[in-house]
């Protein structure tokens, strides 16, 4: 089994605050997904990394892939209470399927 | 655009009956998913379908049926709920197995 193991599980800041959060496998995984779900909705997809090494940048999220691709990190600038959600990672498996981590639960105060 | 549809939003049920959750999509993908999550153990896979007329089954599949007759349903079935069972429960759909997924807005059930 690939374990996708996310962290920090909860985050606090104030707003304008920076913030990085990880996740990170013992495994080596094709391609992995960031989501953000927001209170009574389904996730959303934020990106796809799949190449060793890949920075991603979005606004004020940039999403970077580590070079063994077995670990990711989404880093958040100026932090915004609109930020605030359930940040997911998700890992392309061996078996060509999509393994979900349990997620960072971030709270962005104004 | 309507997307991933899940019916119904929120459900109550006694232990031992039986309910069938409804999902639909409108964006002609082949495949589609079924998750719970429980607080602190994310997303998890109950069952799959890659196509019309084919299921498979995901990580936790024990105490769950599916059916997909048409490609742009899926339906879930508990045919005796259990209180384990309680969750929130997603459907999902994509082009491919690894593709980015397309969420419904999920189904609560509670299970007493």
């Known amino acids: 089994t690939q374990l996708l193991e996310q962290s920090p599980q909860f985050l606090s800041i104030q707003e304008g605050e920076n913030l990085t959060v990880y996740c990170n496998s013992s495994?080596?995984?094709?391609?992995l997904q960031w989501y953000r779900q927001e209170p009574g909705e389904g996730p959303v997809l934020l990106v796809t990394?799949?190449?060793?090494?890949e920075v991603k940048k979005l606004k004020r999220l940039t999403f970077q892939f580590g070079d063994a691709r077995k670990d990711s990190s989404l880093h958040i600038t100026a932090a915004q209470p609109g930020d605030t959600g359930l940040y997911l990672c998700?890992?392309?498996?061996?078996?060509?399927?999509?393994?979900f981590g349990a997620g960072t639960r971030l709270t962005v105060k104004p | 655009n309507a997307g991933v549809t899940q019916t119904p939003k929120f459900r109550v049920l006694k232990t031992g009956q039986s309910m069938t959750l409804l999902c639909a999509q409108d964006?002609?993908?082949?495949?589609m998913y079924w998750y719970r999550q429980d607080p602190g153990m994310g997303l998890r896979l109950i069952h799959y379908?890659?196509?019309?007329?084919?299921?498979a089954k995901g990580e936790v599949p024990d105490g769950y049926n599916v059916s997909r007759l048409k490609k742009q349903n899926f339906l879930l079935g508990l045919e005796s709920a259990a209180p384990s069972q309680t969750s929130v429960y997603f459907c999902?759909?994509?082009?491919?197995?690894?593709?980015?997924?397309?969420f419904g807005d999920g189904t609560r059930l509670s299970i007493l």
């Open positions: 495994s080596v995984f094709s391609s």
């Open positions: 964006m002609n993908h082949e495949y």
């Open positions: 379908s890659v196509g019309e007329g084919t299921t």
């Open positions: 998700a890992g392309e498996g061996n078996n060509n399927d999509m393994r």
């Open positions: 990394v799949v190449t060793g090494g």
């Open positions: 999902a759909s994509s082009e491919t197995r690894v593709q980015p997924q397309h």
